[in-house]
């Protein structure tokens, strides 16, 4: 008796990423390096914009390379407690 072979397809299993980032990310740091840029209205301000627009891409892209879900999975890290006892007390949070 064989196993049936299922395929699994790419676009299904990707991890869901915006110029080599991640989404959300990438979006809000758009978004703040153009409000930056254009809200100054000089050519000072254009510059930073573009500077801090590339810093946080090449920082963004780096940490996709490395877990295309770093962002996701550092939120839920820092949600659990620093020690968790071996036993359970009577005064523990319900």
Known sequence: MELNRIPIHRAMNRP?????GERE???????????LAFAGSSIATIIAGALLWFGFLSMLRMMANKDP?????YL?????QSFYP???TPYRDR
């Open 16 to 20: 869901n990423l915006l110029i080599g």
């Open 25 to 35: 990310l990438v979006l809000v740091s758009g978004l703040m390096s153009a409000t």
């Open 69 to 73: 879900f770093m962002s996701k999975v």
């Open 76 to 80: 839920r890290h820092i949600k659990y």
């Open 86 to 88: 071996a036993r359970s």
